[in-house]
């Protein structure tokens, strides 16, 4: 059969496709072929939401006008749209003409950084408002549940948008009630500096107006009554079929049995992109009525197999809300289940009969089907059958009963009966959009005698490779009472038949066994706490549970985002003109809401590009023996394999040129570079990397830190920092305790990945490089070593980052550089933008640090002496490692006065992918170490945390322990304002109630200090360039050294020049960072940049202003344009450079002496969780953080990266985990599997003050480095996390010291909260197996 056209719209324009591929998606589609930038790619795997796009069609489902709803384009197919409108972020507003409000209202509240994230975020809130003008602010947040930011922390995004919701409350801590003086803070204490809780002004924002939006295609509307018509679209693969009816769709399948059916694509899609699984045939049912149908029967609901997860939602509240709730115990558990399911973009499209035919063992749905008995109804050609979904239906890993030539029709959700009670659980690493570790539905029918059980099934995913009951435990519980002796055997029952070998894949074994036991204890309490309502007409649920109990059953509840921020107001009297200070808005906000601004992959394709796809080692360590091919020169559009013998120039690479370009012979870690496919497309480039076959003789790897330091591999000897004398420090202490703390590595999971393009320009060597760099000078100079030319010949051009965070100061040349070969080979431009499972792979990340100490204190909590060894897994190549252990060092301290103190530092050399620069660079894990052992002094001495942590701190003027002097030390203000803020002390009362009256939820507290020493561990890259241009206009264009990832640096040093010069910032442009107007640039990184490029712009700006001074004296009533002018026309030079050094700086290790930081920046922070000791689950209630940034160049900008980085830290610290085989294979290639903080995970009560009146005389307007120092500050959520399990621990009677690593994972927080339930899953001796992943 011929192919069809496919027809649809996309922001009110029609496009025919007459040649369309279904392996395309709609994402491809609009970026190249219809130049719609957009819509960014972050993930291809609908973690994301990077990608969220509008779709409105007629819906079978919905017959009364067209559904509007958010999708994921990265995994929607483009054959899903004949007879589809899009809506794209461009379709809705536009910098030029009009910002949508929804546009509006994120940039102007501060809610975009680097921007990435931005369109996406936009499209959902924006197909939300068109669904729900008036949305409450639990919908805003639930709305988000498939959108992640890696800048902003969220605060931001959440407080604009809250002036879309119905309950909308006025801004600041007292709602603006204060009286005259804005802020009720000005109120409390006489102080000359007014402080601001204002950020933005929501009475500027545009109104919401609905009636302006696009309305859905006529043409399309047309469509609606016409018979649908059997499509056919064939691509070079895969043939997509669209039935228009059932007996068209059977017959296709009996025809092509082995076809797909794909309806949402949410898991096929990701087959095909990741698991590199190929379905020729795909069948498409979406559209035929009896797949798409609802049906009430006596029995329960029928829903046709094609129904989307979301429309099932609304049914069943419908259900819920109207029907007795006897009725309904199945449909609530569904609905608990899919509240905790992916995003919106996803439930919008992915079907329930996807869900159950994928038959994944962790799916949420299938144990709550076969748990209640749902019927499913299957077709064939040969007719229709129906069965019950019970043990038999799954029958291996991803099968089912069904025969090859059958589908699933539908299936029938059962209403519950009176005496039959139901709830499903799942627990997963991240409460939103996250699949379950274990998930379960448990269903009880009492017999007339109503707490006799007449029936039971529990039935549990991820214990086994498909959907378990346990069957065994159930008949054990026939016909008993629901009392304590049933629980007991039912949890020893479980523990034997829900069991796990200590190898199983997914790991986390004795916690998937313990989650097992605990959902069977929130079951058998919920029962309890209903038949004890319903038997004794009680409504008193403390009858039958004890009220400490109660706890246990209470469903997981978040109030909307509360928050506070204060910052000092300009002084009185500042110019209206003079933008230092105020809370200006990044200038790039609007363009990347509209999704105008331009990223490196939206830089339009050349017409005779290429596309570059990197080729990497699966071997940790291994010989290469051959490399074939053959296969790859098949694939469509296969131009040239490119390796070493490809380099014209050195193949030597790496900041301590210890790497190469691509592997020569040897890999050395999985991900190694070996080469590369240079093909026509993106897609043909990445099948043909896979079709390259390499043969590799295996060689002993080295994984972890453990392995490390058995075979003595380290880089470099030890780094060593000793002051006063340890040992006799030792014999004088009360006290000696001893410990270890792991502190995982983390991804920087920057949303856009690295990207780069390269140009050859075809005369004397030339080559210009688009880059997503951290660092343009090293990747001008690293280019040009390759291809063997002077660095005159490269030119490295970098408009914006998608983020940065680090992981684009170093690594990114490992890209650019094979890119540029490619290029040269080729001589035609080449592009090469990373998948993220590729990044995350390839690009290394934060070092994983193991800390090992001895600290000796006295019987009030002063500390004596610290012996403490630091090991960080550096991976395959030195790269920045010794720098970030050495800063390690300089922060074992963090901020206590230790007068004996000795620390060591090695980095181990291993086989994993080069771990590099993250923010913080190595301080967070140093000062992490110290509060480790803090924790234990303070547990040891059981004095109170605060008083202890008080006790230690610096006073001005004091000697650190690499002897530089603290000078204008406010960490103590910060220590008090945040006691205060807090109300430190009053709740710690209230948390001490709270865990008196609740066994299974515990709270904590913790205040935790930072200081953080200012300036590159590198000395000479302390300096910095600016280039200033004042063109005959008058406008200013201005370039500096430092690149923009949105830490909204630009903004700042626009900010910084226009106040030098006097005039507004809207005359002053920046364009780009370049290797040509600002020559060899320090990168962009160490928090620093707006300090040093400030001072360099500075400096600029003054010798411009020295040179226009005559004609300023001759016209003082000129304008600045006029002095511009007579400038030019007496031939003076309006272009001047600006340069700047930090003086004063250089340290000896030898010595301890010397100033190795220019300033330190302080902060605290005070946190509060609550955990749920049965899952391992943590909320964070409240944050109050007090950071002093100097006299902040811009609150907004500074508050966001205190925020940013707080929310970055907590990632860190609770939630981010790489998971790694004992082979050194990376699992964890993306958000599927690797959880940054999402949304729901900031602290409900989120409160930041910049301290007030603290200006810093070493940068420049009396401003303050921001970018890093307030990540560690983050520690304060994992502390109180630490302070709740202490908590639930005592009730076991456990009081000691105990060891909790980071990140506190539920199932470490899980681990460590022993209890009956712990014990009847002992763990397994180590070295009696082969785990499934190992701690590198
Ligand atoms: C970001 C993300 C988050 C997710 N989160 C969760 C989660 O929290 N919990 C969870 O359980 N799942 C989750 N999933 C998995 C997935 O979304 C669901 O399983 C979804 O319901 C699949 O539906 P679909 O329509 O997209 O399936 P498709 O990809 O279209 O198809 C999936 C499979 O089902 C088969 N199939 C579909 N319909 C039929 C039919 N009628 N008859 C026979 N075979 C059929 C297809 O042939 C294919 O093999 C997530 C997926 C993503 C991408
Ligand atoms: S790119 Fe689509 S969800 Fe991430
Ligand atoms: S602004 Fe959200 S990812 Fe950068």
New binding site residues.
């Given amino acids: 059969r011929k192919t069809d056209q496919l027809v649809f719209f996309v922001n009110g324009r029609k496009v025919v496709e007459e040649n369309v591929d279904p392996e395309t998606t709609l994402l491809t589609y609009l970026r190249r072929k219809l130049g719609l930038h957009g819509t960014k790619l972050g993930c291809g795997?609908?973690?994301c939401g990077a990608c969220t796009v509008m779709i409105s069609k007629y819906d079978n489902f919905q017959k009364n006008g067209a559904t509007l709803y958010s999708v994921n384009a990265c995994?929607f197919p483009i054959c899903a749209l004949h007879h589809v409108a899009v809506t794209t972020v461009e379709g809705i507003g536009s910098s030029k003409t009009r910002l949508h409000p929804v546009q509006e209202r994120i940039a102007k509240s501060h809610g975009s950084q680097c921007g990435f994230c931005t369109p996406g975020i936009v499209m959902s809130m924006y197909a939300l408002l068109r669904n729900r003008p008036n949305p409450v602010m639990e919908e805003i947040e639930e709305n988000f549940q498939g959108n992640l930011c890696r800048c902003t922390g969220y605060r931001p995004i959440v407080q604009g948008y809250r002036t879309f919701a119905k309950t909308g409350k006025s801004e600041g801590c007292c709602g603006g009630k204060a009286s005259g003086q804005g802020c009720c803070m000005n109120e409390k204490e006489d102080n000359a500096a007014m402080v601001s809780s204002i950020l933005f002004n929501p009475a500027e924002f545009q109104p919401l107006d609905p009636t302006q939006e696009p309305i859905f295609p006529p043409e399309l509307l047309m469509q609606k009554n016409k018979p649908l018509e059997q499509l056919c679209f064939r691509g070079e693969r895969v043939m997509w079929l669209q039935p228009a009816t059932l007996e068209e769709l059977l017959t296709l399948k009996a025809q092509y049995p082995a076809a797909?059916?794909?309806?949402?694509?949410?898991?096929?899609?990701?087959e095909m992109r990741l698991k590199n699984m190929l379905y020729p045939v795909i069948i498409a049912?979406a559209w035929i009525p009896e797949?798409t149908f609802v049906q009430y029967t006596k029995k329960g609901i029928i829903f046709g197999?094609?129904c989307t997860?979301s429309s099932v939602e609304v049914v069943l509240k419908k259900a819920v809300a109207e029907l007795d709730s006897y009725k309904t115990e199945v449909f609530q558990a569904v609905l608990d289940q899919l509240r905790w399911?992916?995003g919106p973009q996803?439930k919008n499209?992915?079907?329930?009969?996807?869900?159950i035919?994928?038959a994944?063992p962790?799916?949420?749905?299938n144990p709550v089907f076969m748990a209640c008995g749902s019927k499913l109804t299957l077709a064939s050609i040969e007719g229709r059958r129906t069965i019950k979904m019970d043990k038999n239906f799954f029958t291996g890993y991803r099968k089912t009963a069904?025969k090859p030539n059958e589908?699933?029709l539908s299936i029938e959700i059962p209403f519950t009966r009176k005496g039959e009670y139901f709830s499903a659980f799942k627990q997963a690493s991240r409460r939103e959009?996250?699949?379950?570790i274990v998930t379960c539905g448990m269903r009880v029918l009492f017999k007339e005698v109503r707490n006799q059980v007449k029936k039971i099934k529990l039935s549990y995913g991820g214990m086994a490779p498909t959907t378990v009951m346990a069957g065994k435990t159930c008949q054990a519980l026939m016909h008993r009472e629901w009392n304590e002796d049933l629980l007991q055997e039912a949890c020893h029952l479980l523990a034997e038949e829900m069991n796990l070998s200590p190898s199983a894949p997914g790991g986390m074994v004795d916690f998937r066994r313990t989650l097992t036991l605990s959902f069977f204890f929130k079951f058998y309490l919920t029962v309890l706490q209903k038949l004890d309502s319903e038997l004794n007409g009680n409504n008193n649920p403390h009858e039958l549970v004890p009220y400490e109990y109660v706890c246990a059953t209470k469903v997981f509840h978040k109030d909307p985002v509360n928050n506070v921020q204060l910052f000092q107001e300009v002084p009185a009297g500042q110019s209206v003109e003079d933008m230092v200070g105020r809370p200006l808005v990044h200038l790039s906000a609007a363009k990347q809401a509209c999704g105008e601004a331009v990223y490196c992959d939206d830089i339009p394709c050349y017409e005779n590009e290429l596309y570059l796809t990197l080729v990497t080692s699966t071997k940790a360590h291994a010989k290469i023996l051959s490399i074939d091919t053959t296969e790859a020169e098949c694939v469509p559009g296969f131009v040239c394999f490119i390796s070493v013998k490809d380099i014209p120039g050195s193949n030597v690479s790496g900041i301590a040129f210890d790497e190469t370009v691509f592997a020569d012979n040897m890999v050395t870690c999985v991900g190694h570079i070996i080469g590369g496919v240079v093909a026509d497309t993106h897609e043909h480039s990445r099948r043909a990397a896979k079709a390259i076959k390499i043969k590799y003789e295996d060689l002993l790897p080295i994984i972890t830190i453990q392995e490390a330091i058995e075979k003595q591999s380290f880089y470099d000897v030890p780094r060593k920092i000793e002051k006063g004398n340890v040992q006799k420090g030792f014999e004088e202490s009360d006290y000696i305790v001893e410990g270890e703390m792991y502190i995982g590595g983390q991804e920087h999971f920057y949303l856009e990945t690295h990207c780069t393009i390269a140009v050859p320009k075809g005369e004397d060597g030339e080559m210009e490089l688009f880059v997503s760099t951290q660092n343009p000078t090293k990747t001008q100079e690293s280019v040009a070593s390759v291809l063997g030319v002077p660095e005159n010949r490269i030119l490295v051009r970098v408009k914006r980052l998608g983020g940065g965070f680090g992981g684009k100061e170093s690594r990114s040349t490992i890209v650019s550089t094979a890119v540029a070969v490619a290029a040269f080979k080729t001589g035609r431009p080449v592009r090469c933008m990373l998948d993220r499972d590729e990044d995350m792979l390839i690009t290394g990340g934060r070092h994983p640090f193991l800390g090992q100490y001895k600290v000796g204190f006295m019987k009030n909590g002063k500390i004596n002496s610290l012996k403490v060894s630091y090991y960080s897994n550096g991976g395959n190549s030195a790269d920045l490692s010794l720098a970030v252990m050495d800063r390690a060092l300089f922060h074992m301290d963090n901020a206590y006065n230790i007068p004996n103190i000795q620390g060591e530092g090695t980095v181990c050399k291993t086989n994993m992918p080069s771990n590099t620069a993250f923010r913080g660079f190595g301080g967070p894990q140093g000062m992490m170490i110290v509060e480790c052992w803090m924790n234990d002094v303070i547990l040891k001495s059981g004095l109170p945390a605060e008083q202890v942590r008080k006790l230690n701190l610096y006073d001005e003027g004091d000697l650190t322990h690499f002897n530089q002097k603290l000078e204008g030390f406010t960490l103590k203000r910060c220590w008090k304002e945040c006691v205060k803020n807090s109300e430190y002390h009053t709740r710690k009362q209230i948390i001490d109630d709270f865990n008196r009256q609740n066994r299974w939820k515990k709270r904590g507290i913790a205040i935790i200090p930072t200081k953080f020493g200012i300036s590159f561990i590198i000395h000479l890259c302390q300096r910095a360039g600016a280039l200033v241009q004042v063109y005959t206009d008058g406008s200013v264009l201005l370039t500096h050294g430092g690149a923009e990832m949105g830490q909204g640096l630009h903004t700042k040093m626009i900010q910084v020049a226009s106040k030098t010069l006097g005039i507004p910032t809207t005359t002053i442009h920046i364009s780009e960072t370049s290797t040509n107007t600002v020559p060899n640039t320090s990168p962009t990184a160490a928090s620093v940049s707006a300090d040093i490029n400030g001072m360099a712009v500075f400096n600029a700006c003054k010798t411009i202003l020295k040179r226009l001074e005559p004609f300023k004296s001759s016209n003082p009533k000129g304008s600045w344009k006029d002095w511009v002018n007579e400038a030019y026309v007496n031939c003076v030079s309006l272009s001047a450079t600006g340069f700047y050094r930090v003086p004063g700086l250089g340290y000896d290790f030898k010595e301890n002496k010397g100033n190795p930081f220019d300033y330190f920046s302080y902060g605290v922070a005070c946190s509060e969780v609550e955990i749920d000791c049965l899952t391992g689950d943590h909320q964070n209630l409240r944050t109050h953080i007090v950071m002093d940034v100097g006299t902040s160049l811009n609150p907004a900008i500074d508050i966001g990266q205190i925020e940013g980085a707080f929310v970055q830290g907590l990632g860190l610290f609770t939630l981010e985990e790489l998971r790694y085989s004992p082979e050194g294979d990376l699992y964890s290639r993306g958000p599927?599997m690797y959880k940054i903080p999402a949304f729901g995970d900031i602290p409900t009560e989120f409160h930041v003050s910049l301290l007030r009146d603290c200006p810093n005389s070493k940068a420049i307007y009396a401003s303050k480095a921001v970018g890093e120092p307030p990540l560690f500050l983050s520690a304060s959520v994992f502390y109180a996390i630490k302070d709740a399990i202490f908590a639930a621990r005592a009730e076991s009677g456990l009081t000691q010291p105990f060891r909790l690593d980071s990140p506190a994972t539920p199932e470490r927080i899980r681990n460590a909260c022993v209890d009956n339930f712990t014990k009847l899953c002992p763990s397994a001796e180590p070295g009696t197996f082969k785990p499934w992943s190992v701690r590198v």
């Fill in positions: 795997e609908g973690g995994l797909k059916l794909v309806v949402g694509n949410t898991e096929v899609g990701i049912p797949m197999a094609a997860l399911f992916a996803v499209v992915a079907a329930l009969g996807g869900n035919m994928t994944s962790i799916s949420d749905l069904l589908i699933l959009d996250d699949i379950a599927g």
